[in-house]
């Protein structure tokens, strides 16, 4: 067999070093610089990693068939290809699970959306062939035992990172400022505690298999004599290079966290620091203390975390000046970010020193080495049980519950199986230790069925126990997350949800909406019920339940192929495992299975994340792989005999696999077949050195080779470029469009932001277009904030008595994409009328639109554009812009049937038209979709009022007051001087807010509100009672107290007048604000109460 060219060797390390990345990234990365930070940022830098392996796997087949090996004993026989294919383990429900994605992906609503994912996702078509293409390629290029070992260690250690920045928020050290609570749920790298947990569970089995594994080994007799001192100190140099890890990362959240920069010149902060951290992580994997000597290689991650710390001291250093600052946060850390590089430098440096000085041991580890390895894998199993518990995400604990079940029920079976074999005398202890797990097992699930059903007192206490409470709440439906999920799956009595969507087409029953989907899909079946549950504007864009999400993403056709490949998973590795004589393959497949029996448990009540969906993948490579290594099969790419087995490298003290092969030789017989090789090795170099000197066409063969070389480079070079241009253009780029918006939020989102901040802010808007002109997000965006700009130079054209201009008929998109920068950008808006800049707006707009049709913000947004243009701009004289808005709110409405919100202001603007009778339809349907939407009554009294209604307009404000008694206050003065030729009517509203008052005495407004209506009502001595609560309540209220002195004048006091006179002169002398204009008419108000007052 020809050895391997470099350029093959390096394709492999490519390969492998790709996976074990993606097992490190995946899991902890996120980037504060984004707008979305963590799933889709997960899902690119996963595409990227294996766009780059897909490469590296391209080259080295290449690499393969330029070599003209000759072919193998099993391929020799002209095998057809779909044989060699079916031959390998799973590789027919993986093909028939990809093929029916793409097929769904065809035949999608939103074939677009289905291939590249959903902006709040990403978990497309496109995301999910490279889950399936990672673990094709783990399966094909996982040869030996020491890269099982390595990618085994890496996956636990990356969990390390998880875990521990889950108990940093528990403890409350947690440097970055989350929104939500992040205390008692902790989310740690993932933003949301069911994510989090549903990985870590995932981990679980995993470093349990370390575990038992490195127990197993020490009590056997297979080891060398320990020598505590140095099988320590390797300890210690291990555990100094995780915490160096750890604190590194740590190091970095803080510097994110409180160093602010205006650009993105620290984009490579946090994910250089996993990076470096990973480094370590191998270094561990490695296990250099079974190495012969040291090498170069060894001291790489070391280099590159010293290295990292000069490079981000240097870029701190060199950048401070106004667009870098440092922003404390209180009662957080952040600033100590230097100390703990400093930390992380040291324990760098400590385990190097004991790399470095202490004596290796490339024999068989030592029972000491074992052990410190046991409780090195079990401190991170408790470690993951910890984080996981406080999370108090349910479904993940049940998968996890599930997970550890099924790893200790078939390691006992295994055992059992062993002893009957091997050792008869341990079958009943086995045998009891089966009984009890399993019995222990139907307790805790009698309990936990008790604990949901059971009204008992002390089940009733129970659910009230932080924590473990929320287990006795697994069956709830009427409130909380449980009413949420039920109502998404069965919907309520006015749509059918989830189910509901299913049942409506047959076809798509079968093929599905496409994935990516249900956001659009689901909004004709959107329970109204769920909106006093969840944000009113919101639409799922996943069911809760990963089984319905097939069905609907990919119909019953995508349900069975993904039954099917688990079945398939399940039956072969039940297969090996009962076949295998290597213990430790065995406990390994046994992992894996609990890993996906974790994730297929969870995805019960759970959403499946780029890091669970890459772990099942991975979790199915790794049981195909260990069967190819234990021999049970020929994978494509290995050789069909492998004589000698690759010593184990894993975490301090790793054993050498006990069957690398099936092959049953001793060492001994191998020894002379060995020596017999290298003899005919040397024999037929020599042979072919003399045929090489003898030829006379030596020199052009040699010319041939190397022109066909340079040509194969040539064409690596380009694979390479593509696949990196590949990465650039559909993932690097995608990530840089987000952090541009996030950019534009800052400035866009300000409440109080002038015109400046919003050119600004769209002037990145513009970048992200740029850069993902596809993306409707964007233009969404972008639309709203010119309209905040027309708005703004609305505002300053009326104090200014200039124009608002025409409509520019061939405003587009094109044209605002030409302004590459903030001052082209802002000389356009200047120059441009309030009108132009609405025909920007509505074309950006209706972009978005074009982009995704079936989503209802678009059409809505628009109406919006319109109805603005109507009642601000025209002045309620342009109907043609009215009759816009009603044409886009009825496709809104057509798309989103149950959204109430959008109902209401269609409604609104049907009323504008004069068509009341059909608004107060609309709301009436509104009204029975959403009883307990506020609004639609609000609209019903507008209408109502102004049809001059007055008693049915105040019944329903009165309803409204019951709910909520500020909901009229935008609206009060309006209401009030329309009640004014109705004293009774205005009486009753005035009435219903003296009873809405009595629940919230503290209010000032309320008694404001009180005062102006009893003054239009003629009571003037309520109205003086109210204002003078009100001027209580609220002492510098200007407002209230002038109109306190306005009544008390009209009581005729003139006393208590002048003295309220006097105390508002008072108060607005000390503020700026106040104009000598408003002064003047205060202190002759005050001469006048004088004046009377005295005579």
Request: charged content about 15%; hydrophobic content about 50%.
């Amino acid at each position: 067999m020809l050895r391997p060219s470099p350029v093959a060797v390096w394709c492999e390390r490519v390969i492998e070093g790709g996976w074990l990345l993606a097992l490190l990234l995946i899991p902890t990365y996120f980037n504060l610089l984004s707008a979305r930070h963590f799933e889709p940022d997960k899902a690119t830098t996963l595409r990227s990693i294996v766009m780059i392996m897909l490469a590296a796997a391209l080259i080295h087949a290449l690499e393969k068939i330029s070599a003209s090996r000759p072919p193998a004993d099993g391929d020799a026989n002209g095998a057809s290809w779909w044989r060699r294919v079916a031959a390998v383990p799973l590789a027919v429900p993986t093909l028939i699970y990809a093929a029916v994605f793409v097929l769904a992906t065809v035949v999608s609503v939103a074939p677009a959306v289905s291939f590249w994912g959903s902006y709040q996702r990403l978990q497309g078509t496109f995301t999910n062939l490279s889950y399936i293409m990672l673990g094709v390629l783990i399966a094909l290029y996982l040869r030996r035992r020491a890269q099982l070992d390595r990618l085994v260690v890496v996956m636990i250690l990356s969990s390390l990172i998880a875990a521990g920045y889950g108990l940093v928020q528990h403890l409350q050290l947690d440097p970055l400022p989350w929104r939500g609570d992040v205390v008692s749920r902790v989310a740690s790298t993932m933003g949301n505690s069911i994510f989090v947990a549903a990985y870590m569970i995932m981990v679980l089995p995993y470093a349990l298999y370390r575990g038992i594994i490195a127990v197993h080994h020490a009590r056997s007799s297979q080891v060398s004599p320990s020598q505590p001192s140095v099988d320590l100190g390797w300890g210690a140099a291990y555990a100094l290079l995780a915490l160096a890890a750890l604190a590194l990362v740590f190091a970095a959240m803080m510097f994110s966290a409180v160093v602010r920069a205006a650009d993105l010149r620290y984009w490579w902060v946090y994910p250089g620091a996993l990076v470096v951290a990973g480094g370590l992580f191998l270094l561990i994997a490695l296990a250099p203390h079974r190495a012969e000597r040291l090498t170069f290689g060894t001291l790489i991650p070391g280099i590159l975390l010293l290295g990292y710390v000069i490079l981000l001291g240097i870029s701190y250093t060199l950048g401070q000046g106004p667009n870098q600052r440092v922003v404390p946060l209180e009662g957080r850390p952040g600033v100590e970010w230097p100390l703990w590089l400093g930390i992380a430098t040291a324990l760098m440096t400590a385990g190097y020193a004991l790399v470095i000085l202490l004596p290796r041991r490339p024999d068989t580890p030592s029972r000491l080495s074992y052990a410190l390895e046991a409780v090195g894998a079990f401190v991170i199993t408790a470690l993951l049980l910890i984080a996981t518990f406080f999370t108090q995400s349910r479904g993940p604990w049940i998968g996890g519950f599930a997970a550890l079940f099924v790893f200790f029920t078939l390691l006992i079976v295994l055992a059992l199986h062993r002893a009957r074999r091997d050792n008869p005398a341990r079958v009943r202890l086995w045998r009891g230790l089966l009984i009890g797990e399993v019995t222990l097992a139907i307790a805790l699930g009698g309990f936990l069925a008790a604990f949901n059903l059971s009204d008992a007192p002390v089940f009733q206490q129970l659910r009230d126990v932080p924590y473990i409470g929320r287990m006795g709440r697994l069956l709830e439906v009427e409130s909380g997350t449980g009413r949420v999920r039920w109502l998404i799956w069965f919907g309520d009595d006015k749509a059918g949800g989830a189910a509901g969507l299913i049942r409506s087409d047959p076809l798509r029953m079968i093929v599905g909406w496409g994935p990516e989907t249900m956001f659009v899909a689901y909004n004709p079946f959107y329970p109204p019920s769920l909106t006093s549950l969840e944000a009113r504007s919101a639409s799922p864009d996943r069911s809760h339940q990963a089984y319905l999400d097939e069905i609907i993403n990919k119909g019953l056709l995508g349900l069975i192929s993904y039954l099917f490949l688990l079945f398939s998973f399940f039956a072969l590795a039940w297969r090996l495992m009962t076949h295998l004589d290597d213990w430790g393959l065995q406990v390994l497949i046994i992992a894996a299975v609990a890993a996906v029996t974790a994730h297929a448990v969870e995805g019960l009540t759970g959403i499946p994340i780029v890091s669970t969906l890459m772990l099942q993948w991975v979790s199915f490579a790794v049981v195909v792989s260990a069967g190819g290594i234990a021999g049970m099969y020929r994978l494509p790419g290995m050789p069909p005999v492998q004589t000698m087995p690759e010593k184990a490298s894993a975490l301090p003290g790793a054993p050498t696999p006990d069957n690398a092969t099936r092959s049953s030789r001793t060492p001994k017989d191998r020894a002379p077949e060995k020596a017999t090789t290298s003899a005919r090795q040397r024999s037929g170099r020599r042979a072919e050195a003399v045929r090489r000197g003898s030829s006379p066409a030596r020199p052009a063969a040699s010319r041939t080779r190397q022109e066909g070389r340079a040509a194969a480079m040539a064409v690596y070079a380009v694979i390479l470029i593509i696949a990196l241009l590949g990465v650039w253009a559909f993932n690097v780029d995608s990530v840089l469009a987000d952090m541009r918006l996030q950019q534009a939020q800052g400035y866009i989102d300000n409440p109080g932001g002038r015109l400046e901040q919003q050119i600004i802010g769209a002037s990145y808007l513009l970048d992200a277009i740029r850069m993902e002109p596809d993306q409707d997000f964007y233009y969404l965006t972008l639309g709203r904030s010119l309209m905040t700009m027309v708005t703004l130079r609305v505002n300053e054209a009326r104090q200014n008595g200039a124009s608002l201009g025409q409509i520019d008929p061939n405003a587009s998109v094109a044209t605002l994409l030409q302004l590459d920068d903030t001052a082209a950008l802002q000389s356009f808006v200047l120059q441009r009328t309030p009108m132009e800049l609405l025909s920007y707006a509505r074309a950006v707009l209706l972009r978005a639109q074009q982009l995704a049709p079936l989503n209802k913000d678009h059409a809505a947004n628009l109406a919006r554009m319109y109805n603005f243009w109507y009642q601000n701009l025209s002045g309620g004289q342009d109907r043609e812009a009215l009759t816009q808005a009603i044409e886009w709110y009825q496709r809104a409405h057509a798309i989103a049937p149950q959204d109430v919100a959008i109902l209401n202001e269609y409604a609104a603007a049907v009323a504008r038209s004069g068509d009341y009778d059909q608004a107060l339809a609309l709301l009436e349907k509104s009204r029975w979709l959403d009883p307990l939407y506020n609004d639609t009554p609000l609209r019903m009294g507008d209408i109502l009022r102004t049809q001059g209604k007055f008693a049915d307009a105040v019944d329903h404000y009165l309803m409204v007051l019951e709910r909520d008694p500020r909901a009229l206050d935008g609206q009060i003065t309006a209401i009030a001087a329309a009640l004014s030729s109705d004293p009774d009517q205005m009486k009753r509203l005035r009435d219903g807010y003296l009873a809405a008052r009595s629940s919230r005495p503290d209010d000032p407004q309320l008694s404001s509100i009180i005062g102006l209506l009893s003054v239009r009502a003629g009571d003037l001595e309520t109205a003086a009672t109210a204002f003078a609560e009100a001027v209580r309540l609220q002492p510098d209220n200007l407002e209230a107290r002038q109109n306190y002195t306005i009544v008390l004048s009209d009581l005729l006091r003139y006393d208590q007048a002048a003295q309220q006179a006097q105390e508002l002169l008072t108060r607005a002398a000390q503020r700026q604000e106040t104009t000598d204009q408003q002064r003047a008419a205060i202190e002759a108000l005050l001469g006048y109460l004088r004046q009377r007052a005295g005579g």
